[in-house]
C-alpha cells in the first residue's frame, strides 16, 4: 500500500485562503520548482514546520533529501547545518561542550550545530546510541544540558533526520520506543522515467549557470509568520465525530479484535497516545495547506501510514505473512468505521 498522493492546489471547503494559507502555498510552489519528482517529501517537510515536529525520511542515496531540506532553510527567516553522522561521532559533537579559558580561569560553553533552526542529521543510524539519544533529547525537549546549565534551542527547530536503507552493515538502528519521537516517517522512492529526465534537464541547466541560486528571489517567511501559521491549523475546525474516530484508529492499533480479531495476533505493540497528537496535528496541517477551513476523514487518511509506520510493532506473524504496517494501517483504515 502506498501512500495517497500528494495535496491538491485545490481548496477544499473555503472560498479564499488566508494570508498565511497563500504564502505557504507560494512556498510549497517555489519549492516544486526547484525540488522535482518529491512533491510528497516537500508536503511532508511543511506539515512538520506547521505541526512543530520532526522528521525520519527514509531513501536511497540522491533523491534530493538533503537539497528538499536546504531549499526550505533558504526560504524560512531562519539557519540550516547538516550533520553527517558517524560512528565515531560524539554527543558533544551535537550539543556543543565546555571551553577551558586559561586567560579568564573560566568554562565558556561553545555552541554546538544543534543550535539552528533546520537540523539534517544525515544517516542518523551511522552513529551510536549515545549520539543518537543526545538527538532524540534535543529533538523531545528543545533543550539540551551541559555542564549542569540548561540551553534553550532556537524555535522553530526542526530536524530532518535520515536513514539509508540499503547499508546496514556497521549501523546501529534506532530503538522502537525512540522512534516515537518523530512526528513522521516518511519513505521516499525513485522517479518516474518523466520526472528522470525533468531532473537531467534541471541538472544541465544549472551546470551551465542558467538557474538562479537557491533562494535567490524565493519567497521568505517569517518566524512571526510561522508561529501564526501555526496558531490557525490548531484553530481548524475539526468535528468531535472526527476527533472520535481519529482516537478510535490509534486505539485499533494497539486492539484490533473489535475490528477483526485476525488482525489482532498480528500486532505486538500498537501506537503511543504520541501518535493520537501526532495524528490530529498533522491531519490539520494537511487540511489546512489545502487551502480548507475543516479537517475531514481524508486528511486523517492521507498522513495516517507516515504517522503510523513507525510506531505500530508487528508480529512475526505479520511478518510471516508479509505484512508491513503500511498494509497494516491500510486494514485498519478500511475496517474502522468513520464515525
Known amino acids: 500500500m502506498t501512500d495517497p498522493s500528494p495535496l491538491s492546489d485545490r481548496p477544499r471547503g473555503s472560498a479564499a485562503r488566508s494570508e498565511n494559507q497563500a504564502a505557504f502555498a507560494r512556498l510549497r510552489a517555489d519549492l516544486r520548482g526547484r525540488i522535482v519528482g518529491q512533491d510528497a517529501l516537500i508536503e ?10 520532526h522528521l525520519l525520511v527514509e531513501g536511497a542515496p540522491g533523491l534530493a533529501k538533503t537539497t528538499a531540506v536546504k531549499e526550505l532553510a533558504a526560504r524560512i527567516e531562519g539557519d540550516f ?8 561521532l560524539l ?6 561542550t565546555d571551553i577551558y579559558r586559561a586567560e579568564t580561569g573560566t568554562f565558556e560553553f561553545q555552541r554546538g550545530p544543534l543550535f539552528h533552526n533546520l537540523i539534517l542529521a544525515d544517516e542518523v543510524n551511522r552513529a551510536p546510541a549515545k549520539v543518537q539519544s543526545a538527538l532524540l533529547e534535543a529533538m523531545g525537549e528543545r533543550q539540551i544540558t551541559v555542564g549542569g546549565r540548561t540551553y534553550a534551542l532556537p524555535a522553530p527547530f526542526l530536524v530532518m533526520a535520515t536513514q539509508n536503507p540499503i547499508e546496514q552493515e556497521g549501523t546501529y538502528p534506532l530503538p522502537e520506543a525512540q522512534l516515537d519521537r518523530f512526528l513522521m516517517h516518511v519513505k521516499v522512492g525513485y522517479p518516474d522515467p518523466a520526472t528522470e529526465r525533468s531532473i537531467l534537464d534541471i541538472a544541465r541547466a544549472e551546470a551551465r549557470g542558467r538557474l538562479r541560486h537557491a533562494g535567490d528571489e524565493a519567497p521568505v517567511i517569517g518566524h512571526a509568520q510561522v508561529h501564526a501559521a501555526r496558531d490557525e491549523v490548531m484553530d481548524l475546525h475539526m468535528a468531535e465525530q472526527l476527533e472520535e474516530y481519529l482516537i478510535q484508529l490509534v486505539l485499533a492499533s494497539r486492539d484490533p479484535a473489535p475490528y477483526d480479531a485476525g488482525l489482532a495476533r498480528l500486532v505486538d505493540y500498537g501506537a503511543s497516545p504520541r501518535a493520537t497528537i501526532a495524528l490530529d496535528r498533522c491531519a490539520r496541517a494537511h487540511a489546512w495547506l489545502r487551502g480548507a477551513e475543516f479537517v475531514t476523514p481524508e486528511d486523517v487518511h492521507a498522513v495516517a501510514y507516515d504517522v503510523l509506520r513507525h510506531r505500530v510493532l508487528l508480529s512475526y506473524a505479520a511478518e510471516a505473512e508479509g505484512m508491513d504496517t503500511d498494509a497494516f494501517t491500510a486494514a485498519l483504515i478500511e475496517r474502522v468505521p468513520a464515525l
Open 91 to 96: 554527543p558533544g559533537d551535537l550539543t556543543g
Open 44 to 53: 511532508r517537510l511543511l506539515i512538520a514546520l506547521l505541526a512543530d515536529g
Open 81 to 88: 547545518q547538516r550533520v553527517q553522522f558517524t560512528p565515531d
